[in-house]
């Protein structure tokens, strides 16, 4: 199997990513923490509003754009081990662990990333 590259540019700084996302995950989770009469008391008080139409309309799009993160992610872990196996790695001969001595230890994914550049 072969695979081209794919043009994913992911311009998010942390900051601006969660101050986008998180506001309507945590809404969610507040939704969700309501039984149906506890959360339709909440949607009596917040339709009148009209606040609700934009913020659904921002989970749906934050909804998406995680959908979208976890295709991508599910295609990079595929690839790598796709890759990994070529390289003679298995499940019975996996590559060497961040955790043994003399190793290079655990890296976070902007380090791995300066790595390979």
């Given at each position: 199997?072969?695979f081209?590259?794919?043009?994913?540019?992911?311009?998010?700084?942390?900051?601006?990513?969660?101050?986008?996302?998180?506001?309507?995950?945590?809404?969610?989770?507040?939704?969700?923490?309501?039984?149906?009469?506890?959360?339709?008391?909440?949607?009596?008080?917040?339709?009148?509003?009209?606040?609700?139409?934009?913020?659904?309309?921002?989970?749906?799009?934050?909804?998406?754009?995680?959908?979208?993160?976890?295709?991508?992610?599910?295609?990079?872990?595929?690839?790598?081990?796709?890759?990994?196996?070529?390289?003679?790695?298995?499940?019975?001969?996996?590559?060497?662990?961040?955790?043994?001595?003399?190793?290079?230890?655990?890296?976070?994914?902007?380090?791995?990333?300066?790595?390979i550049?």
């Amino acid at each position: 199997m072969t695979f081209e590259p794919l043009d994913l540019p992911f311009k998010w700084s942390n900051e601006d990513w969660a101050q986008k996302h998180l506001p309507w995950i945590r809404l969610a989770t507040a939704f969700l923490q309501e039984d149906h009469s506890g959360m339709q008391e909440k949607f009596a008080q917040l339709a009148p509003k009209g606040v609700l139409p934009g913020a659904l309309d921002e989970m749906c799009a934050t909804k998406q754009h995680l959908l979208d993160c976890a295709q991508i992610l599910d295609i990079a872990v595929t690839r790598s081990f796709l890759v990994l196996e070529r390289l003679g790695y298995s499940p019975e001969n996996p590559p060497p662990d961040g955790g043994e001595e003399g190793s290079a230890g655990f890296h976070s994914p902007g380090e791995l990333g300066e790595m390979i550049e």
